[in-house]
Structure formats: structure tokens, C-alpha cells
């Protein structure tokens, strides 16, 4: 098993990043009910507004570089899929707080799931998991449905390479890093979750009060 799957229920390697990594990839919690791609028209970009109970969040979609992932994320946005979901997971660096990476989306909401996607990875869309990059978290390729998260530093180790397909970014925050950086900085319940995500939930979880698109500017 490669190391980006293995890490899901251990500890992540870490290497060539300047630095530490959070200790667990992020991963899916809900359980997906069929494969679907994405056949309408994408915006090349797209602005989607998070406003938050710890402050507001405004990410750029790149449906240029990946569309499947953008639509998909779109979707749940425009149809209030996220609208009362949360910020639940804070993952920092051990010995770097300040690096890391926050969880939000649907979690087990079934009501709220739309069909998992295609995996779209670093290795074709030309991303690359830096500061402020939102991409998908999910249990497998092509697992993916409503739960993302959103980086503080660069993570080498979550794109594609070496035969390991990474993770699914697809944007950047161009507003709220510091609501980002905040939620990374919040207590954790040492003893909430499983597996992963053990000592990584959050005590108060940040509700997502409202995901909408916005103009871009």
C-alpha cells in the first residue's frame, strides 16, 4: 500500500517539504453510494464564500485545470449542501502548530451527499498543494463527495508523484487565511474520533453558516 493510503490509519512519512507535515492525510467519513462525473459547462474560475462562525473564507475554483472537482464542489454550494456543516478537524504539524492543514464538509450527512467524483490529480491538473490550497479529502480515488480541507503550508506529500495519487486540489483561498490559520489553532478533544482522526476533532466545531458562490473580482 502506498504511503498517502497507508497514512489513513497511520502516521503520514514526511519528506521533502522543508519541514514536518500534519500526521494524518485527510480522509472521507462518509461512505460513498455510486461514481459520477460532471458533463455541464464549468466556469474556468469560480468564487465560492464560506461564511463561518470564526469568520469568513473566499476560495477561487479553478475549473480550467479541474473542472470535475470545481463542478462538484459548486454543486454543493449553490445548493446549500454545506449550509450548517463545519469546520470539525484541525490537523497541525507536530513542532509547527502553524502548519497544517483544517477539515470541513458534509461528514455523515446522507441527506446532503451528492455521488462521489473523479479523481483529478496534481500530476495532470499542473496543482500543487501550497499555502491556501482547498482540495478534496476522500478515502480513495474517486471516493470524494462533500468534505474538503484546506491547507496552511505546502505539502509536498499531498500531491501525486512517484505512483501515489495525492489528493484533488482545486483552488486557493484569496481571502480569510487568517480564519484558516485560526481554526488550525483551536483546541482539539484528545480523546474524540478514530483512527486518523484521533485528538484531531475539534472540541467547538466552526459551523459553515452559509457556502455561496460570489463575483470574482
Keep these: 500500500m502506498t504511503r498517502l493510503l497507508a497514512s489513513l490509519a497511520a502516521l503520514l512519512a514526511l519528506a521533502g ?12 467519513e462518509a461512505e460513498p453510494v455510486n461514481a459520477a462525473g460532471v458533463a455541464e459547462p464549468v466556469p474556468e474560475r469560480a468564487r465560492v464564500r464560506l461564511e463561518t462562525t470564526a469568520g469568513a473564507i473566499v476560495v477561487e475554483l479553478d475549473g480550467a485545470r479541474a473542472p470535475v472537482t470545481t ?79 484546506i491547507t496552511t ?20 483561498v484569496v481571502e480569510g487565511m487568517d480564519t484558516v490559520r485560526a481554526i488550525l489553532a483551536m483546541p482539539t478533544d484528545p480523546q474524540a474520533g478514530s483512527g486518523a482522526m484521533r485528538g484531531q476533532l475539534l472540541a467547538e466545531p466552526v459551523t459553515i453558516v452559509t457556502a455561496r458562490r460570489v463575483a470574482d473580482d
Design 153 to 172: 503550508a505546502r505539502m509536498e506529500s499531498m500531491d501525486a508523484r512517484g505512483g501515489e495519487p495525492g489528493y484533488a486540489a482545486f483552488g486557493r
Design 71 to 149: 463542478a462538484n464542489f459548486l454543486r454543493y454550494a449553490e445548493e446549500g449542501r454545506f449550509d450548517g456543516t463545519s469546520f470539525y478537524r484541525a490537523a497541525p504539524t507536530q513542532g509547527a502548530r502553524e502548519r497544517g492543514f483544517v477539515q470541513g464538509g458534509i461528514r455523515r450527512s446522507y441527506r446532503r451527499m451528492l455521488p462521489p467524483i473523479a479523481h483529478e490529480p496534481t500530476d495532470e491538473t499542473g496543482l500543487r498543494h501550497e499555502a491556501g490550497t482547498i482540495s478534496m479529502a476522500r478515502s480513495a480515488p474517486g471516493m470524494a463527495m462533500g468534505e474538503f480541507f
Design 17 to 28: 517539504c522543508g519541514g514536518p507535515e500534519p500526521a494524518i492525510a485527510p480522509v472521507n
